[in-house]
């Protein structure tokens, strides 16, 4: 029952607009002002009851509606709703007061009263769950279970019950009519909503919500435990695409690209393997298999952002062609020299977050990445699920206690409104823009956004009008079951920024500890590659991977097209299958029949044959263009090769280590690119060029060929290496 004393209004204000905040009603500055009363170092108490609210609701939601799925008959489930209905009509409700005149939002009337409804719809069901599965399943080879849920759900009515009776004895019982249908129809309206949940066991107004509070515990087990167990549903979703073939060069001299420094890919494989499966086909892009890796090329001299090497050799996979290795290393920025930061934190916290490698994985990532943040940047925290919100204000990096509260406080439920999450990260981003500084967005999600804008042509364009203001994205997918990869990679590539796979917290260390400068610092934007063959050396190539990264070769010119990004210290290879002059392409390279009626076009062989070439000892030229970060017209860069290289086994540790994981991605996509090639020959290659593998990444990679092997019924040698 309300109180007309000042501090105990006080208490009821503040439980009430705990509760509001906890279940996104609250709107503009007043939602504001919550959340950052919840960031100050002795909010802690607040903190918890805003999650407790929040896990209570979803908890209350789950039970509902799994009783309601069970119920093999309707009226069952309507005659319970009247019940209920008709037990909060004849129970006056203690609702708080309003704060004051000025205050006349719906919110504190229905929390309270969706509190309550709350209260009493846990102490009517409970005991009907309880009979029901009593009497179905006690008999069964589950009985043990079963006994336990009964116990549990004992407990929570138990606990329930004297609250629910103290606020019946307490209560003023109305004398009219039109009271009681009053009464009933507001509670009517707050069940229909979604009946909210009580702000904690702190709140005086509410007893029913004490016990309700109290109950949680007991209520969790029993959801968990009644909970049906059906196999897990696999909506994970990845972009199609085939392979590249090969290419003739008398009809294309040139191969145009964006540069790719994802590593999403091999993540998400090894955490397929290592789950005891095989990849689906679609998730291995070859390009972030071999990307994944860092390797030693030579820092830049002058004052480019990176610099570029080449190398050829013998193709391991293919008998008579030769692999060249496209090599961009961009220039490493030491830690303390690292730019002032302006980090806005965007966390997918709607219902699909819940699993413990999403939501608990991301608070463990984002942590360790707080560790490392200094007094120079600024952290904002922005969550979506049904709506969008400012948990955290700008902070700064050596406030961690702050900023690791607010992480920890967060929780999962509700749908997943993205595109509002993603406005909100970018409009917080722009008020606080640091000239000259790392601007950043770093979304933490599954992907599955199914609120609001949805649609992947959408919510790039979203993306893209949002990048243009110079505040790049990095995108980190967790968990597995539904992870959205296509949808991730394509707002990461319009978003000039990465897209990573967090796996687990050793994952989570490499990508926000290990290569922070990386993954907060980009160096060059929009840079795109172009290779021009010379067609009386080359008679046809292919490239390796990049297939959702061509470019038209009218666009290697276009400022305006979009391409991707390099960050402080990332390494980028791309390698080149070619077929030399004279050398009969062998099995399995495509194009058309013989033809029986006509002699055969012979290859432009000779300069003889093709009089207007220019003569050349050179196989081809890599020309580069790229922007400063704050740019917008591009640089080129060129870089010609003429040396065909020695045998394989005498190139470099990095071009047989990269051939061996690109020939690793071939074998798992299937197909016939990598000829009579296996994972015994990846294992053997990979072995002998570990070279110096800082983290150990290299050998790991080992373990991965040898998990593929087996689970395609074969066994690589332990001594391959």
């Known amino acids: 029952m309300s109180t007309n004393h ?19 009603q609250l709107e503009g500055r007043e939602r504001d002002e919550v959340a950052a009363s919840l960031v100050v170092p002795d909010a802690t108490e607040p903190r918890r009851t805003v999650a407790e609210t929040r896990s209570l609701a979803e908890a209350l939601r789950q039970a509902r509606d799994e009783e309601l799925q069970r119920s093999e008959a309707p009226p069952r489930s ?34 309270v009263v969706g509190s309550l409804a709350a209260g009493v719809l846990v102490a009517v069901t409970l005991p009907m769950l309880r009979e029901s599965f009593q009497q179905s399943e006690f008999e069964g080879s589950g009985g043990a279970a079963t006994r336990q849920v009964a116990q549990a759900t004992g407990a929570a009515h138990a606990r329930v019950a004297p609250a629910e009776k103290q606020l019946v004895a307490s209560a003023d019982h109305p004398t009219s ?37 109290a109950a949680a515990p007991d209520l969790r087990m029993a959801r968990d435990q009644l909970a049906p167990r059906p196999e897990p549903v696999n909506r994970e979703r990845y972009a199609r695409f085939e392979e590249n073939r090969d290419r003739a060069v008398a009809d294309e001299p040139l191969s145009t690209f964006s540069i790719d420094v994802d590593t999403a890919s091999y993540a998400n494989v090894r955490r397929f393997l290592s789950a005891g499966r095989l990849p689906p086909r679609d998730a291995v892009r070859i390009e972030e298999l071999v990307n994944y890796f860092r390797y030693d090329d030579p820092q830049p001299d002058g004052d480019d952002p990176f610099a570029v090497s080449l190398e050829a050799t013998a193709c391991p996979w293919r008998e008579g062609r030769l692999l060249v290795r496209v090599a961009i290393r961009g220039r490493d920025i030491e830690r303390a020299h ?17 699993q413990p490698d999403k939501l608990p994985l991301v608070k463990q990532a984002l942590g360790m990445l707080v560790e490392e943040l200094t007094e120079n940047d600024r952290v904002s925290i922005v969550t979506y699920a049904g709506n969008a919100g400012l948990v955290l204000p700008p902070t700064t990096g050596d406030q961690k206690q702050t ?15 993205g595109s509002a999450g993603i406005a909100l990260a970018y409009e917080q ?37 949002k990048a243009a203001g110079g505040t790049f994205l990095t995108v980190l997918g967790f968990g597995q079951g539904n992870l959205q990869d296509e949808k991730m990679e394509k707002l990461a590539d319009n978003g000039n920024g990465v897209y990573a796979f967090i796996d687990g917290v050793r994952e989570a260390r490499k990508v926000l500890v290990e290569q922070l400068t990386g993954s907060t610092i980009t160096i060059a934007k929009d840079v795109k590659i172009q290779v021009e063959f010379n067609p009386a050396l080359v008679a046809s190539y292919r490239l390796v991977g990049y297939e959702n990264r061509l470019l038209a070769n009218s666009d290697f010119r276009n400022d305006r097209k979009d391409a991707g990004e390099i960050g402080a210290g990332h390494t980028v290879t791309a390698l080149y299958e070619i077929v030399p002059v004279g050398v009969v392409a062998t099995e399995g390279t495509g194009g058309a029949e013989p033809l029986k009626y006509q002699e055969q076009p012979k290859p432009a062989s000779t300069a003889a044959a093709t009089p207007t070439l220019v003569p050349s000892a050179e196989l081809l030229t890599v020309k580069l263009r790229f922007k400063a970060p704050d740019g917008d017209t591009s640089m080129l860069r060129e870089y010609p090769l003429a040396d065909r290289g020695a045998a394989f086994d005498a190139a470099s540790a990095d071009l047989r280590f990269a051939a061996a994981v690109a020939a690793f991605g071939m074998i798992l996509r299937g197909g016939d690119h990598a000829g009579s090639f296996s994972l015994d020959d990846v294992a053997r290659i990979a072995g002998r060029a570990l070279g110096r593998d800082d983290g150990g990444y290299r050998a790991e990679f080992l373990d991965l060929v040898r998990k593929a092997a087996e689970l395609q019924g074969r066994r690589v040698p332990t001594n391959t290496p």
């Not at 129809?185 to 949940?197: C, D, G, R, Y």
């Not at 002032?340 to 965007?346: I, S």
């Not at 601007?439 to 979203?462: E, Y």
């Open 78 to 111: 309507q005659d319970l709703r009247r019940s209920i209905v008709a037990k909060l009509a004849a129970d006056p409700l203690p609702l708080a007061p309003m704060p004051s005149a000025r205050r006349r939002r719906p919110w504190g009337l229905f929390a």
């Open 429 to 465: 981003a722009a008020e606080h823009f640091v000239e000259g500084g790392a601007n950043r967005v770093i979304l933490a999600t599954d992907g599955d956004l199914n609120v609001g804008v949805t649609s992947d042509a959408a919510l790039v364009d979203l993306i893209t009008q």
């Open 338 to 354: 690292r730019p002032a930061g302006n980090l806005v934190f965007l966390i997918d916290v709607s219902g699909s977050m819940q």
């Open 6 to 24: 000042p501090a105990d209004r006080i208490a009821e204000e503040k439980a009430a607009r705990l509760t509001a905040h906890a279940l996104d």
């Open 403 to 417: 900023i690791l509260a607010a992480i920890e406080g967060l929780s999962a439920g509700g749908s997943t409104h």
């Open 177 to 213: 009519e039109a009271a009681k249908a009053s009464r009933e129809e507001k509670a009517s309206q707050s069940l229909t909503v979604a009946s909210p949940p009580p702000p904690s066991a702190r709140a005086e107004a509410s007893p029913a919500a004490a016990g309700f509070a």
